[in-house]
Every structure is written in structure tokens, then in C-alpha cells.
């Protein structure tokens, strides 16, 4: 168990035990911190479970080498599966798919979503690039039959050919599909497929528990005053005011 479970388990007691708001003490909050028994193997988990899922190959191998602790996956995948997700963020559509289906083919077959936005990708670098002609003939021979099958498809298909429509796409209503935050989303999701076919979470743990650190500590805010962490980055206690 995680030292951020066992924390938001003792500040869950804590909360359940006021009737009103009480104050704790420093001193007392330290006490019931260093209670609080983590092993490191457990730590040293969530760091590699961390440096997996976000692809940090060499800092995963140097700190298998130092930790002992072993992956859950086997590390060159991560190496491919960056090159995809770097070919989406960098526009090469074209090559991740093959890539991807080079690692699995059925993760495409199985996952139409995931395939369709890829296409929508593509015809997005194709507008970026001013292939109007290719654009438009790409949209009619690959996207509008999978638009014709799901309404959903339909509704980005139009949304994203409306493009088309705009000389000047700063001003355009969808010009939001050409900036870089589009390419980080396709090549999110495709991250999160590439791990879901190895059998691996498509979120680090981590954040997750920092979340629910942060939601414990509101909850307790309304029935104790006591040191909490404003800043995840250093982990500081601070007072609180009372």
C-alpha cells in the first residue's frame, strides 16, 4: 500500500472522528505521519510504474539498476512505443499507424475509435499543409464511409472539413483542430492503446494518488485545521491559518 493511501486513510479517520473543527498541531500531524509504515519496495514500485507508463526508458533502466526493482513490461517496447507517439506529435501520421500495427495489428482492427481519429489526423496535417485536393479526396474515400456507419464519426468529419472552409483558421470556429494540443490528444490515445494491449495501466499511479491526497485534504479542511501540503512539487507541510 501506497504511503498516499495510508495518508488519506489517516485523514479520513480523522474527518470521521470530528464532530467539530478541531486543531492539530504540528507536532501531532508529524507523530501521525511517521506512524505510518511504507515500504520501499512499494515506493520504489510506483516510481517504475511511473517511468513505464510515461515512457522514460533509460531513467527506467538506470533505476532498475540501482533499486532492483523490475518492470512490469518488457523496456524496449517503451522505446517503440515512444517512436509512435513522437511520429503523431510530429505529424507523421502515416508512419505510426504502420508503426503501430507493426507492434500489434489488432490494437487498429479491434479499435475502431482509436483508427478513425488517427485518419482525422491525417486530414488535418493534410489541411495544415494546404493539400486541399488530397484533403478532400481522402475525406471522401476514407472517413465517409466509417461517418456514414457512426454519427459521431460524421459529426468530426464535418467539423473537421469545415477547415476548409476559413482562409484565415485563426479566426475559424474549429481552428482548435490545428493546434499542437490536438496532436498531443490522437497521440495520448494511441499511448493509451499501445499499453492496454501489453496489459499495462494507460495511467501512471502516481497521479492519481496525489489526486486523491489533494481531495482528502479538502474533505478534512471543513472539520480540522492542521499542516497540509499546498505544494505537491516540494511536499512541504505548512500551518494552517486558524
Not at 47 to 74: C, H, Q
Not at 80 to 107: F, S, T
Not at 169 to 187: E, F, H, M, W, Y
Not at 199 to 226: T, V
Amino acid at each position: 500500500m501506497s504511503l498516499f493511501w495510508l495518508v488519506i486513510r489517516q485523514l479520513a479517520e480523522i474527518g470521521a472522528m470530528a464532530t467539530t473543527k478541531k486543531v492539530i498541531t504540528r507536532e501531532e500531524w508529524e507523530k501521525k505521519l511517521n506512524d505510518v509504515k511504507i515500504r520501499k519496495e512499494d515506493m520504489n514500485k510506483l516510481v517504475m510504474n511511473f517511468l513505464v507508463t510515461e515512457g522514460y526508458v533509460e531513467a527506467a533502466e538506470k533505476f532498475r539498476t540501482e533499486s532492483g526493482t523490475e518492470p512490469d513490461i518488457d523496456l524496449a517496447t517503451i522505446t517503440d512505443r515512444m517512436a509512435v507517439k513522437k511520429a503523431v506529435q510530429n505529424g507523421n501520421v502515416e508512419d505510426a499507424i504502420e508503426k503501430v500495427n507493426d507492434l500489434n495489428p489488432e490494437i487498429l482492427d479491434t479499435n475502431p475509435q482509436l483508427f478513425f481519429h488517427l485518419q482525422q489526423q491525417r486530414l488535418i496535417e493534410l489541411i495544415r499543409n494546404g493539400k486541399v485536393e488530397e484533403a478532400l479526396e481522402f475525406a471522401q474515400e476514407e472517413l465517409a464511409p466509417r461517418g456514414e456507419e457512426n454519427q459521431s464519426f460524421l459529426e468530426e468529419l464535418e467539423r473537421t472539413v469545415a477547415l476548409l472552409a476559413f482562409e484565415d483558421v485563426s479566426n475559424c470556429p474549429v481552428g482548435d483542430l490545428l493546434d499542437i494540443s490536438q496532436r498531443l490528444k490522437t497521440a495520448s490515445e494511441v499511448n493509451a492503446a499501445i499499453l492496454t494491449s501489453q496489459s499495462h495501466e494507460k495511467d501512471p499511479k502516481l497521479p492519481s494518488l496525489l489526486k486523491m491526497l489533494l481531495w482528502a485534504q479538502n474533505q478534512l479542511d471543513e472539520k480540522a485545521a492542521y499542516p497540509r501540503i499546498n505544494d505537491l512539487s516540494t511536499a512541504i507541510l505548512e500551518d494552517s491559518a486558524v
